[in-house]
């Protein structure tokens, strides 16, 4: 028995011999342990391994253990989750309280939620943690801006469809046919593309409120759309210098941008890099390929998207040349012959440019008499048009005669249909030509004019020019160049409708009524509609249920009850000019702003007299101050000087606060009748006290009023800006843009106004305004 199990362990360690060897070394992985058996040998492998050796990492996030949303994220013989806000635990499973620790600040209140946390925020706070301001509130604390926000309370700035005459534009700018006939209008102010079809129905194609948004019809946005081009496919292309892009329209409305960064620049190359310094139009080559006036070049873009300059160097210039050699000076429209010569207006160079497809530049009109040309067109015959904005005419020029011409149209300003030079414009500015018809965008007449280019007969073609007259409800209503305005106790305001000769009526919830006038042009007392004026300007109320209304080209102060009664307190139609006196003995010449003190006692600004008037309540008018001549000077009474007095406004000290239009100044009179000035405006801004000017001021005031607290605002008619100046001198712009006429509403300077002709505060610090520009009474909280 001993022999034998002698033997067995002698065969056992023969057999085992191997196994043991094949553990050294360790052929195990992950840490995994050997073991020798008859078979070699085998791995114990920890968690998280298998396989032979231990070699494969078992994926514990397969299938994802982690609930709720939770990542998973693998592990050495486990898994770990990373919770979303809301969960917790090993798999995600557990809810946590989102509210503890509170996330809300400046006193918001926090509700939980499943996965997250929601803020609701105290009055001028906003943001997920309420750590931001609210629309309409600033500084540290969140405080209401007061005057800040910008609303419609009734009327509309103008623009209507419809068919030819009875539509209407804000701005009409840029003007290109389509192959069609149908003619495409850029209107400016209004932010729109307009399309007029053969048979004269104007609709609108794209475009909303002011902005830079793509899509489709009125849910795009242009920003002051000038520039308009349509190719053979019938895309209309737009351009515009504010944000410096090019725009595409597809016939279906579609807008989309394909060229131009939002920003000033310049810089040739592909789409995405090219940079346009001040792009004012485009025009569309035989072959696909678009030509841009930009400010002091011609830029060429292929079709598909790369820039390069035809000509001129990028900096100012006036000479002849080819390529860069070239120079222009604000180049205002571009067009393009059957040859593919581009003609560009060089408006501060007065002169037109013709470029051929290799660069050469020539000049056209150098001895005509062009006055800042803004619009080109050139006809099948190459004869060339050119509009003067400044001196209101109508330029051609033959292939013969390209430097003298003739005056087509035109040559005053105003609006009158006739032949050759009977007729007139406003500042005329781009033109387009189908067959013997030149088209004229006549901006500040709101109209498309038509002239018959082989008789000079000037026609409106298109748009009434007036933005109308229609009583009703917020933006059912309709106001014509309204410039002042009035509240009384109630809260009602009266607005002289200047434009429709009207006394107007508006409710606090935008109900617009007619209180008095008749509509047309004329000096008769009576009730309601049987009265008349004549381009109505200030208006007060008296406290004692009457308006005084400044009934300038009549130079007439007028009584309006709130029955409607119309009566003449002041004044004599027939015999303007500067004198005192009682009722009709008294004489004025043209008056403009009105406001009453405590006492009943009328103040007007007699602006082309170029003073002021005291009115009492019975009707004796004197002069508080002012010389009767323009001038500058402060001091008393008879010894200070105005320059177009304007709006005027009282404060609760009986201090009378008038914009002195011409010189650009707010003086203050107080009941002493000494004259100081309050404002100066240097540069492009407002600045307190009487500060001396060096150069002329881009601003002018037109309107102004004052609150309860002293503080000073002043709406200004070039900067489209609302100021407010502090008792302690500090000045801020309350509304508006600089410089960037418009119409939107919203916050602080965000919003667009035109002119705020007329201003009223409220006890609450609420301004209501009348936009003349925009034709409709806006508020501001």
């Given at each position: 028995m001993f022999r034998?199990?002698?033997?067995?362990?002698?065969?056992?360690?023969?057999?085992?011999?191997?196994?043991?060897?094949?553990?050294?070394?360790?052929?195990?992985?992950?840490?995994?342990?050997?073991?020798?058996?008859?078979a070699g040998f085998s791995c114990r492998c920890p968690a998280g391994y298998a396989g032979k050796t231990c070699e494969l990492d078992i994926d514990d996030c397969s299938p994802n253990p982690c609930k709720n949303g939770g990542d998973c994220s693998d592990g050495v013989a486990g898994f770990n989750c990373r919770c979303p806000a809301g969960y917790a635990g090993a798999t995600c499973t557990s809810s946590t309280d989102d509210c503890s620790p509170d996330p809300c600040r400046n006193g918001g209140t926090c509700v939980d939620g499943s996965g997250g946390f929601t803020c609701v925020c105290p009055d001028g706070f906003a943001g997920a943690t309420c750590s931001s301001c609210a629309e309409g509130y600033a500084g540290a604390a969140c405080t209401r801006i007061n005057g800040g926000v910008v609303s419609t309370l009734a009327g509309i700035p103008g623009e209507a469809d419809g068919e030819g005459r009875a539509s209407s534009f804000q701005t009409p700018f840029g003007l290109a046919f389509d192959s069609s006939g149908n003619l495409f209008v850029s209107d400016y102010d209004g932010a729109k593309l307009r399309k007029i079809s053969p048979a004269g129905e104007v609709m609108t194609v794209a475009g909303s409120t002011p902005g830079t948004a793509d899509g489709t019809g009125t849910a795009a946005q242009f920003y002051w759309p000038q520039g308009v081009a349509v190719d053979a496919a019938g895309n209309v292309y737009v351009a515009g210098n504010y944000d410096n892009r090019i725009r595409k329209v597809t016939p279906d409305g579609r807008v989309s941008t394909i060229i131009g960064m939002g920003s000033s620049g310049y810089a040739d190359g592909p789409a995405a890099e090219a940079q346009f310094r001040?792009?004012?139009?485009?025009?569309?080559?035989?072959d696909g390929q678009l030509y841009a006036a930009d400010q002091t070049s011609v830029r060429k873009i292929t079709p598909d998207g790369y820039v390069s300059t035809l000509a001129g160097s990028g900096t100012n210039g006036s000479a002849d040349g080819t390529g860069a050699a070239a120079g222009f000076f604000s180049l205002f429209a571009i067009a393009l012959d059957a040859a593919d010569n581009v003609y560009v207006a060089d408006a501060s160079n007065n002169r037109i440019r013709k470029i051929t497809p290799t660069g050469v530049v020539t000049s056209i009109g150098s001895s005509a008499g062009l006055n800042n040309p803004r619009g080109v067109a050139v006809d099948a015959d190459g004869n060339v048009y050119a509009s003067g904005s400044y001196n209101?005419?109508?330029?051609?020029?033959?292939?013969?005669?390209?430097?003298?011409?003739?005056?087509?149209?035109?040559?005053?300003?105003?609006?009158?249909?006739?032949?050759?030079?009977?007729?007139?414009?406003?500042?005329?500015?781009?033109?387009?030509?189908?067959?013997?018809?030149l088209f004229v965008a006549d901006r500040d007449n709101r109209r498309i004019r038509k002239i018959d280019t082989t008789t000079g007969a000037v026609t409106t073609a298109y748009g009434s020019g007036s933005p109308g007259y229609l009583d009703g409800?917020?933006?059912?209503?309709?106001?014509?160049?309204?410039?002042?305005?009035?509240?009384?106790?109630?809260?009602?305001?009266?607005?002289?409708?200047?434009?429709?000769n009207r006394i107007r009526k508006v409710t606090p919830n935008g109900e617009v009524t007619t209180l008095a006038g008749s509509g047309s042009s004329g000096h008769l007392d009576g009730v309601g509609?049987?009265?008349?004026?004549?381009?109505?300007?200030?208006?007060?109320?008296?406290?004692?249920?009457?308006?005084?209304?400044?009934?300038?080209?009549?130079?007439?102060?007028?009584?309006?009850?709130?029955?409607?009664v119309v009566s003449t307190l002041a004044g004599d139609r027939s015999n303007t000019g500067l004198a005192d006196g009682l009722g009709p003995a008294a004489r004025f010449d043209g008056p403009d702003g009105v406001a009453i003190d405590s006492a009943g006692n009328i103040y007007v600004a007699d602006a082309y007299n170029h003073c002021i008037r005291k009115v009492s309540a019975a009707g004796v008018v004197t002069t508080l101050a002012g010389t009767g001549s323009a001038g500058y000077a402060n001091g008393a009474g008879a010894t200070a000087q105005f320059n177009t007095p304007g709006s005027v406004a009282i404060d609760h000290r009986a201090n009378l606060?008038?914009?002195?239009?011409?010189?650009?100044?707010i003086r203050r009179i107080d009941p002493a009748g000494t004259v100081t000035t309050v404002a100066t405006m240097v540069g492009n801004a407002w600045l307190a006290g009487d500060v001396p000017v060096s150069t002329p001021p881009a601003g002018r005031p037109a309107a102004v009023a004052v609150d309860a607290g002293d503080n000073l605002y002043i709406a200004d008619a070039t900067l489209h800006t609302i100021t407010r100046i502090e008792p302690a001198a500090a000045v801020a712009t309350l509304v508006g843009s600089v410089g960037r006429r418009g119409y939107l509403d919203g916050v602080g300077t965000k919003a667009l106004i035109g002119t705020a002709s007329g201003m009223v505060i409220d006890a609450a610090t609420n301004l209501y305004m009348v936009d003349s520009l925009n034709h409709n009474v806006r508020v501001i909280r």
């Open positions: 034998a199990t002698a033997l067995c362990l002698v065969l056992v360690a023969a057999s085992c011999k191997g196994s043991s060897n094949d553990c050294s070394p360790n052929p195990c992985q992950g840490g995994g342990t050997c073991v020798a058996d008859l001040d792009l004012r139009a485009v025009a569309v080559g035989r209101h005419k109508i330029h051609k020029f033959t292939p013969a005669d390209l430097q003298t011409g003739t005056v087509l149209a035109g040559g005053q300003r105003g609006y009158l249909d006739g032949v050759g030079t009977d007729a007139r414009f406003g500042p005329p500015y781009h033109l387009a030509v189908r067959g013997r018809d409800t917020g933006r059912y209503a309709l106001f014509n160049q309204p410039h002042g305005v009035a509240r009384d106790a109630s809260g009602n305001l009266y607005v002289t409708d200047s434009g429709n509609t049987a009265a008349q004026f004549s381009d109505p300007q200030g208006i007060a109320f008296d406290g004692q249920g009457s308006l005084v209304v400044a009934d300038q080209n009549n130079s007439l102060i007028r009584k309006v009850t709130l029955a409607g606060y008038v914009a002195d239009v011409n010189n650009k100044r």
